[in-house]
């Protein structure tokens, strides 16, 4: 087990969108460049273009030469105009494949990038955040996935980090308390059945110890508010997150032989289409604290 009782607050190097700059992905866009700003963050601006198919496509292609390097010259003049004005750093990335390939592609060569993506209705880009992509990422990255629905408004304000007494729970919690200096965060337990089955006062104290044990710094621990629910966890983190008390979730993802999957036993693809606040997954392989 990781020693946490020196090791300073994760923060993540840069953030990396994914975005073909439609108007499904424009609430991505505005949540990294705020984030961007709020953390004085470079930002990376990751466009993907499906590779040509048909051999028309491919001679089309071929002879127009100077096609890629014109939407290439677009996507830079939409990025500059995008960040004008703000004071950090904004890049643009190009790839060509399969978007869910080409984001692990670049995420890759980002180490510790947060990435960014939206709901886009876009079909390449929609296939992001539902059916098994999802999956792929969530398994892949080694690093954490923000997925962005709500509207800009706001820095976030609300943040539940979802507790299951875990390393990978740790993890979460730490990055949203290192990402996020300042915000009140609540550490949320579902207990199980048989956790049920004990006082709650007793749960409540091992929430706590477990807080405690995570190697948080003092002004950072008191900004940390436990909280014991019963139920199913994908029942009670819907609850929560309809009622619009949160503007975002972090959840840890545990490592199985096969397949990751989100803390607590949730499954990733029917709690990230169901739930509507912001969502931040944490892999099991993204670092506890910089090198």
């Known amino acids: 087990m990781s020693d946490y009782s020196t090791a300073s607050l994760p923060k993540p190097p840069g953030l990396l969108l994914a ?21 004085a963050l470079p930002v990376e601006v990751l466009t993907v273009r499906d590779a040509p198919q048909a051999p028309a496509e491919v001679q089309s292609w071929l002879d127009d030469g100077a ?5 290439e ?3 830079r003049r939409e990025i500059a105009s995008e960040f004008d004005g703000a004071t950090i750093q904004a890049h643009a990335r190009f790839a060509t494949g399969k978007v869910d390939e080409a984001i692990l592609r670049e995420a890759a060569a980002l180490p510790g990038y947060v990435v960014v993506t939206g709901a886009s209705h ?31 408004r706001a820095p976030y304000r609300s943040i539940l980090v979802a507790i299951d007494g875990t390393d990978a729970a740790r993890r ?3 990055l949203a308390a290192g990402m996020f200096p300042g915000r009140p ?7 199980t059945a048989t956790e ?12 706590e110890r477990f807080i405690d044990a995570c190697g948080l710094a003092p002004d950072a621990r008191a900004r940390i508010e436990a909280a014991v629910g019963d139920g199913t966890p994908e029942a009670v983190l819907r609850r929560i997150a309809g009622q619009d008390a949160f503007d975002l979730a972090v959840l840890g993802l545990h490592e199985e032989p096969a397949l990751r999957r989100l803390l607590m036993g949730s499954r990733s ?4 289409r169901e739930l509507a606040c912001d969502t931040l997954l944490v892999p099991h392989g993204a670092p506890d604290a910089p090198p």
Do not use: W
């Not at 975005?19 to 953390?39: N, P």
């Not at 049920?196 to 091992?206: F, I, P, R, T």
């Not at 693809?269 to 990230?272: A, S």
């Open 19 to 39: 975005t073909d700059f439609g108007a499904g992905c424009d609430r991505a866009l505005e949540r990294t460049r705020q984030l961007a700003v709020e953390l």
């Open 67 to 71: 096609a890629p390097a014109r939407a």
């Open 73 to 75: 010259g677009l996507v």
């Open 122 to 152: 876009h079909e390449s880009l929609a296939r992001v955040i539902v059916g098994s992509t999802v999956e792929r990422l969530a398994r892949s990255l080694a690093q954490p996935l923000l997925v962005v629905r709500k509207r800009v």
């Open 172 to 174: 979460a919690l730490r």
């Open 185 to 191: 965060i609540v550490a949320f337990h579902v207990r």
């Open 196 to 207: 049920a089955l004990n006082d709650q006062v007793e749960a409540e104290v091992a929430l």
């Open 269 to 272: 693809e029917q709690l990230l």
